[in-house]
């Protein structure tokens, strides 16, 4: 682990925070991503870099501070992202336009991933899983927020196997069913999974070589959903990606 150079997003409280201590404690040089250098700082652990990973440009900015510090990262693990939010709360969009929690959960990693261009890709994913509807991909006609959490990580998923086709070594994640964290605490539901078992599956993710495009629940591979595996479906995310974030970034385009 010592010559290992990791980059965890939302790594400030919960599962990002826990995973950052035990990669460092194991001798790791970890970078800390916040939202705020202030939350970064806080967080006591690592290096520290601070986006708003709502905002695209800020998230490209990121990326090129990160290669021009760190040069080439070993593994990015995208970890950070919104929850279902409170029951209740209405749609939300992000500095682009773009639905909250796709664009976070999901275009952020793209965005990111693509900026310091690591030797490992670990996406911290969820079994909690929808596939986009094409008559309403972004939810501006009928929203909910457990829908939204759940397009957003299966949407992580698709491009998780994507990035693995493309040579890239990437795989995806759910550490643990409701962990105590934040986002859980946010929900209102009773944790079932102990953090440092969910930051155990993640540390060996992070740790392991060798094994790419593959979707894990916890420690064992597991199956995603369906649409992860349909050629159609994951070609139609690639094209809705690509035209966000060219409207987005239009300099990326």
Do not use: C
Request: net charge negative; charged share 20%; aromatic share 4%.
């Amino acid at each position: 682990m010592a010559d290992l150079t990791v980059l965890i997003t939302g790594a400030t409280n919960g599962h990002g925070l826990a995973l950052a201590r035990s990669l460092a404690a194991d001798g790791a040089t970890v970078i800390v991503h916040g939202r705020s250098a202030e939350k970064a700082a806080a967080a006591g652990v690592g290096e520290t870099v601070a986006a708003d990973l709502g905002d695209l440009r800020a998230v490209e900015e990121l990326g090129a501070e990160v290669r021009r510090r760190f040069g080439t990262l070993d593994v990015l693990v995208n970890n950070a992202g919104i929850g279902s939010g409170p029951r209740g709360q209405g749609r939300q969009v992000s500095a682009d336009g773009i639905e909250l929690r796709f664009a976070v959960n999901y275009l952020a990693g793209v965005v990111l991933t693509a900026a310091v261009r690591p030797g490992r890709v670990v996406n911290i994913a969820s079994l909690g899983q929808a596939p986009l509807d094409p008559a309403d991909p972004l939810l501006e006609r009928s929203y909910g927020g457990s829908r939204a959490y759940a397009q957003s990580k299966l949407a992580q998923i698709m491009w998780t196997f994507d990035l693995a086709a493309s040579g890239v070594t990437a795989n995806a994640i759910h550490p643990g069913t409701y962990m105590p964290t934040g986002m859980v605490a946010e929900a209102g539901v009773t944790p079932l999974t102990a953090l440092e078992d969910g930051v155990a599956a993640t540390a060996r993710l992070v740790k392991l070589e060798g094994i790419s495009g593959k979707f894990f629940d916890g420690q064992r591979e597991a199956t995603a959903d369906p649409t992860a595996y349909d050629p159609k479906a994951r070609e139609y995310l690639r094209a809705l990606t690509d035209k966000l974030l060219a409207d987005a970034l239009p300099a990326r385009a």
